[in-house]
Every structure is written in C-alpha cells, then in structure tokens.
C-alpha cells in the first residue's frame, strides 16, 4: 500500500508524521504501508517569519526527520495527477520526470499570494510570499543603501491592510532605519481597499493596531487600490499618485493551481471542499488538507483559515485519516475550536487574541514574547527523534497558549 503527500509545508509534514504514527502504533511495517512526500525541496520553509531580514535563513531541514519515521522523500515537484490511474507526474529541476503511484492521496499544496492583472505589479512588485520573492524583496531592500537619496527610495508601499501586510509595514520602519540611519525621514504607508484596517480580525484588536501604526509612523490610505504601478511609484484608484521604488503586494490568497486538476467543487480561493474526514468527496482516494481545503472547524460555521495553525492540525488529521482508511480504520473527524492570532507590529511589540471574535489578551512587549517563541520554536519541525517526532503528529493534541 502507499500513501502518497504533495507538499513539504505545514500541513505536508504533518500529515507525513501523522499517518507515519498511526502505522507505528497499530505495528505496520514501512514496506507493507509505504509513505511517501513529494516537494521541491527537503525542508520547511518557516513561511510565516518571510516579512523578517534574511529570509534564506528561514527553513529546517526534513531529510533526518523524515528518515527517523521511515518517510520515503520524493524530490520534485507535482505537475499532474491522474486521480482515474492513482498516480503522480513529477519533475525535478533538472527536467528528470518520474511517475508515482497511490493507494491514498493527500494534497497538501499550499496557496499562493494572488496577483492581480494590474499594469506594472510583475515588472515592479514585490512580495514576501514564497522564499524567492521574500530572498528579492529583501535584496532589493538592502539595495536601496547605494541608490540616489529620492522621496521614492525613501518610501516603501504596502498593498494590504490584512495580517501580513501589517507585519510587513511594521517591520518597515526599523528595516529601513538600518539602512539609511536613523537621519533620512521615510514613509511607510499600507492602501486597504476596504473602509478599515485588519479588516478580518474584529473590532476590538483595531485601535491598539491603530495605535500601534501611528506609534511607529506608519500611514494609511483606505478606499482604495493600485490601479498601477511603474519603476518611480504607484497611482492608486483613488487618483493619488505616490512616489516610490518599493510595493509589496499582500492582498489575497489562492490555493496552489495544482488543485485545480481534481474533479471536484472549489471555494472563491481554489480551496477543494472537503467533507469532516478531509476527504475529498467527489474523487475517490483523495484527502486535501491545509490551504489546498475548505474544512469546517466545528458546527458553528467557522472554516478553517489560510495559516499555519489551522494547517499543523489540518495536516495531521488528514495524515491519520488517509492511513487509516488503507489499514481498515475508523477515521477521526476534524475540528479545531481553539483559534489565536499573534499579530506583529515591530518596534510597537505585538497582539495576542484568542477565539473567532478576537479578544485581545496580550499587548505589547508580553505579546511579542510570546510571538517569538511561536516564530522561533513553536512552528519548526520536531526533533528527528522517532517517539519525540510521532507523539508531535496525534492529531488530537491541543497546544495550550
């Protein structure tokens, strides 16, 4: 039997760990249930710091892990699936092409930061989405030290009043000042299509967030879009015209295209509708898990979101899922009813919330503690200790914050 995983992210290698734990407890050997994870590359890419200097720092290696729970590393990237034929086409980067079979499928793909047909946002965007664009963004960035002291070089825009547009714009100030010194006025200003900031996350963390921008001098344009942009600046659908050498673009995500080849129902992000197993109904032998599903949390009508606290534990529910229905099992129904957000603002420290209606519990310096250690350890991978690693992957644990 095998049980194949697209993916190598959150929701990827917990579902590696997950199904690799339910084989361990129920004594199935490696050869008569094969795991297998096809990606790019062997490593997590800790994809929620990538608004942070030095992004080629941030990922972890998987290869001892995955060789500590018997998980079978497939190198290449996923360009067709045949659900009719259960198999997977692969290519790698130098072109070798591979074909790889499956009893279950697990679909943890990802999203991808969704950019709009805007003139000029490929020629002269930046994002800090996925690891490349994070390494350019930041070269660029750095770049700005020898370029000629302008209003432009001096001001970066950030297209997004959501959660990582925030962080990005409240890293700005202090990123900057490192480059040019604290003597050159910058500006740092984020243009929100809709009426208010952090649009997502309530009412109540608003005015510390409000606050937090004024503190750290960061503007706002609300109402408004990019309608384009050019090597000097960005004119906004509002009319206005800003100088500038620097957008970053953090407005909307999509899930992987890759989805798309599954017969079956999407949501509005290419997210496949899955039933409470993870299972994609419609197209036998397939689970989708992540930002590649649209999973209720519980019966309230709360879905899961696009992050990596929902897809950790989507992972992990989808890994023991797909495991179990080869080896006969019950399968477990997901749910997540604890839901937290750590929001980072810089210099300006951070905000903790807990539940669907976010109540603010930590402001400030306690709260920024607090979003380091999710950042800097909560988030990376277990230790490449088989026990250590399998008891990481049950997917009713509940990490209390």
């Given at each position: ?307 990596c606290q929902h897809a950790i534990r989507m992972g992990a529910f989808a890994g023991h899922n797909a495991a179990a229905e080869l080896l006969g099992l019950s399968t477990k129904t997901y749910h997540q009813k604890a839901y937290v957000t750590c929001l980072d603002l810089g210099e300006a420290g951070a905000i903790f919330t807990r539940g669907w209606d976010p109540k603010v519990e930590m402001i400030g310096a306690v709260a920024k503690k607090t979003k380091q250690e999710i950042n800097t350890a909560w988030i990376y991978p277990p230790r490449a200790e088989r026990a250590a690693a399998l008891a990481a992957a049950d997917p ?6």
């Open positions: 039997m095998k049980l194949v995983i697209i993916g190598a992210g959150f929701a990827g290698m917990y579902a590696a760990l997950s199904s690799a734990r339910l084989r361990d407890i129920q004594g199935i050997s490696p050869d008569e249930l094969e795991i297998i994870l096809i990606a790019p590359e062997p490593s997590l890419v800790v994809r929620p710091r990538l608004y942070e200097p030095k992004p080629e720092t941030l990922t972890a290696p998987l290869l001892d892990l995955f060789a500590a729970i018997d998980v079978v590393y497939v190198k290449g990237s996923a360009e067709t699936i045949d659900t009719a034929g259960r198999k997977v086409h692969t290519t790698d980067a130098d072109g070798t092409r591979q074909t790889v079979s499956y009893d279950r499928l697990v679909v943890a793909t990802g999203s991808r930061l969704f950019r709009p047909n805007i003139p000029g946002l490929a020629e002269h965007g930046y994002s800090a989405d996925q690891l490349a664009d994070a390494v350019t963004l930041d070269r660029h960035i750095q770049s700005l030290a020898t370029a000629p002291a302008t209003k432009g070089r001096n001001t970066v825009v950030v297209a997004g009043g959501g959660f990582t547009g925030i962080e990005v714009a409240t890293e700005m100030p202090a990123r900057l000042r490192d480059i040019f010194g604290s003597d050159v006025e910058t500006r740092i200003i984020i243009v929100e299509r809709g009426a208010v900031i952090a649009p997502a996350m309530g009412t109540e963390p608003r005015p510390l967030i409000e606050e937090a921008l004024r503190k750290l001098g960061v503007e706002t344009r609300f109402g408004a879009g990019v309608a384009s942009l050019d090597a000097t600046g960005v004119t906004l659908t509002s009319g206005e015209r800003i100088e500038t050498s620097t957008l970053i673009w953090a407005a909307g995500m999509r899930a992987a295209p890759l989805t798309a080849q599954i017969a079956a129902e999407r949501d509005n992000f290419g997210r496949l509708l899955v039933d409470q197993a993870l299972r994609v109904s419609a197209v036998p032998a397939v689970f989708a898990t992540g930002d590649a599903a649209r999973a209720a949390c519980d019966d309230l009508g709360h879905y899961a979101l696009m992050s009713e644990r509940v990490i209390e914050l």
